[in-house]
């Protein structure tokens, strides 16, 4: 049975240790311990402070018509006030994140793992870890062995200007036996007005399981792969999905499991390791054994190409090359078949329109 000590996590740490603790980090060298950029911050309470002067010195120039000197008091008052609560929220701001950190080293080192507050994304084949720019990997902590491989919060921006948007997923990356079929559970759970899923995949690849499971999950796989997802997805397996992750979108891809959410998986919450080792010896075992036992009948029949190569978790990236996985997987079945979403382009049309319709009536309407 799996178990974490998750101890670390609810201990009390010493102010002067973590003062220590961050002093090491800071001069270490290591630029996953270089404090973030403090300038964002320091501008957004410069505009803070500067938007309440013009508003406060507009309200003053007139109150002194009928106050006098007395009409600058609450200007004063109300720029100590803002330049006081801002330089406490970025002191704040740095007390309370090397506790934390501290506490997940702590964490780590007890349970044989690593742990990084932030580093480049860890070349991953989940289908978030290949969307946008400026791609980064926060509060996460992983292993070099073991099933369970990484845990922590993934960001990546789309679009750029005023149409920028920072993207949050929190993760969990689990090792397989071997490589299965491209399969994707999307759970409806914690879905809204459709899938929450960044990308969607074409009808023809979604497969009904049946009964209470179809209830939980939209289930995709390549298509004519539909008995090889029987074959997986056991009636014991099924049940344990239900159970432990019908809450996660989950995705098995070349030899990995991975659970997606956007709130479930704090690295920082005991509860977040209990319920991994949980899914770890029901889900993932179950899935370890199918992987151990799969044989994709197509790949002796088609061409043997390069499988992709093998993922390694942060630590790993710098100056070692990538494995190549075995060739156990079809070519087409590696990857599901993405689909254009069309909503874009009518949303797009629409706004021109509306645009197009107030330019021609303001011609109308202006002679």
Known sequence: ???????????????????????????????????????????????IVVFGSQVMFTWSTMAMGRMGPVGWLPVLAVLGVIAA?????????????????????????????QYSPRSNPAGFPGLIFGLGHDQRAEQHVYAMAGPVADCGTHFYVTGSGKNRREHRWQYAAIRLESALPH??????????????????????????????????????????YGFDAYYVFTPDLMAHLIDRTHAFDVEVVDNWMFLYTR?????????????????????????????????????????????????????????TPAVAAPPTIAPQGRRLRRRFRWSFVVVAVILFAVWLFGVVGMEAIVP
């Not at 969607?200 to 399981?209: A, E, M, P, Y």
Request: aromatic share 8%; net charge positive; hydrophobic share 40%.
């Open 1 to 47: 049975m799996t178990t974490f000590d998750t101890r670390p996590l609810t201990d009390p740490v010493d102010p002067a240790e973590v003062a220590r603790f961050r002093t090491e980090m800071t001069r270490s060298g290591d630029p996953r311990w270089r404090p973030p950029n403090p300038f964002r911050s320091v501008i957004m309470i410069a505009v």
């Open 85 to 113: 609560v801002g330089f406490r929220a970025l002191r704040g701001r740095g007390g309370r994140t090397w506790p934390t950190h501290l506490r997940l080293s702590r964490f780590a080192r007890a349970n044989g793992m």
């Open 183 to 224: 399969m994707l559970l999307d759970a409806k759970a914690n879905n809204g007005f459709g899938s929450n899923l960044p990308v969607s995949f074409t009808g023809d690849q979604r497969l009904s399981l049946g009964g209470e499971f179809d209830r939980h999950f939209d289930l995709y796989c390549p298509a004519e």
């Open 263 to 319: 709130f479930e998986l704090p690295v920082t919450d005991p509860a977040t390791w209990q319920r991994l080792a949980a899914i770890r010896d029901t889900v993932a075992r179950q899935l370890r054994d199918r992987s151990r036992t799969y044989r994709d009948r197509r790949l002796a029949a088609g061409p043997r190409a390069a499988a992709p190569p093998v993922a390694r978790p942060p630590a790993a990236l710098a100056g």
